[in-house]
């Protein structure tokens, strides 16, 4: 969820809540290591609670949806890198950017 979006869902639980208390929160849950933020691009940041399991990000180009997924081609890339490199990867962040299902199918596009 983005910032926005969770505020909507508290405001139904409190509508006194305000924006500002959200993204405060937010900051705090990150630096407790409770949730990541994830800046996609300009336009796309949101919060995912912490969890232990690697996944990336697919981002709709035209409605902003944001899809998940896991493969393990990443993690033979990094077991790639790294012994080609000696570089140790701590992260890595990957989103693809094209169309999702809804979209794809409005446009017509193959």
């Known amino acids: 969820m983005n910032a926005k979006e969770l505020f909507q869902e508290a405001a139904k639980r409190d509508p006194y809540i ?7 929160n937010l900051r705090l849950f990150e630096e407790l290591g409770l949730v990541d933020e994830r800046r996609l691009d300009r336009a796309h940041c949101s919060y995912e609670i912490k969890t232990s399991s690697e996944h990336y990000h697919l981002v709709c180009s035209t409605c902003g949806k944001i899809m998940e997924f896991e493969s393990p081609a990443v993690s ?14 701590t992260r890595a962040v ?13 446009a017509q596009i193959t």
């Open 18 to 24: 305000s924006l500002a208390t959200v993204y405060r």
């Open 76 to 89: 033979q890339l990094i077991e790639e890198v790294q012994s080609g490199s000696g570089f140790s990867v």
């Open 94 to 106: 990957i989103h693809l950017e094209g169309y999702c299902p809804d979209c794809k199918t409005k």
